[in-house]
């Protein structure tokens, strides 16, 4: 089956430590995204990526890191500079930068 | 800065109702539009977009939208709400940005409740 996979679904972590999020699609999409989703403020973008090696920050990307060295593969790194990192987070592709988003199911990370 | 505007955060309604959810954006360029839709427990959903044509635009669902460019508007609308609508949508707008690269930018969601 094609789709976006995301994991773990669910992660904790304590204060102070870097943690990675996964996401990997098989769709052959060129772009992928990364949002945060916090309840009555929708989904914020953090970093997105429209070709391999190359991604642009979001409007929330302080605290955060990604890379794209594959194009099935967009990691998401939260540092410990994010202030409030816990949250639910959501990666997303599409064939092209102007096209739908295709979603996973999310991950969501508490911090403690 | 771009932005969209969902202006309902909450509407609660009873089955059989209309419904039309708000979605403004401000973006003076060429942009695509969409609506997405979350239902309780389940990942994000694409219900409709406008890309160009008809600005009357129809999804799944019996959901439709309507494009109106002199008032970067995007509403969602349907004519008869069930109980299996309940959910969060998401209207979404992707615009191009510096450096030519285009973000996909979305409101802060509209929760519904139908009620039987």
């Known amino acids: 089956d094609g789709g976006i996979t995301q994991s773990p679904k669910y992660l904790f972590r304590k204060e102070g430590q870097n943690v990675t999020l996964s996401c990997e699609q098989n769709?052959?999409?060129?772009?992928m995204y990364w949002y945060r989703q916090d309840p009555g403020q929708g989904l914020r973008l953090i970093y997105y990526?429209?070709?391999?090696?190359?991604?642009q920050k979001g409007d929330i990307a302080e605290g955060y890191s990604v890379s794209r060295e594959k194009k099935e593969s967009f990691p998401l790194t939260v540092t410990s500079a994010q202030k409030n990192p816990t949250a639910f987070y959501l990666c997303?592709?599409?064939?092209?930068?102007?096209?739908?988003?295709?979603f996973g199911q999310g991950t969501r990370l508490t911090v403690v | 800065a771009q932005s969209v505007s969902q202006h309902n955060h909450h509407v609660i309604l009873s089955e059989a109702a209309s419904l039309e959810l708000g979605c403004n954006y401000s973006?003076?360029?060429?942009?695509?539009l969409f609506w997405y839709v979350q239902y309780p427990g389940q990942h994000l959903q694409l219900l409709l977009k406008?890309?160009?044509?008809?600005?009357l635009v129809k999804g799944i669902k019996g959901f439709e939208a309507e494009f109106i460019k002199s008032k970067f508007s995007f509403n969602l609308r349907k004519p008869s709400v069930q109980w299996s609508d309940t959910a969060e949508y998401f209207c979404?707008?992707?615009?191009?940005?510096?450096?030519?690269?285009?973000?996909?930018?979305f409101g802060a969601g509209t929760r519904l409740a139908v009620h039987p």
């Open positions: 997303a592709s599409s064939i092209t930068g102007r096209a739908e988003a295709f």
């Open positions: 769709l052959n999409h060129d772009a």
């Open positions: 990526s429209q070709i391999v090696n190359d991604f």
């Open positions: 973006y003076g360029g060429t942009v695509n």
């Open positions: 406008y890309f160009s044509g008809d600005p």
């Open positions: 979404a707008v992707n615009a191009g940005s510096s450096g030519g690269y285009n973000k996909l930018i």
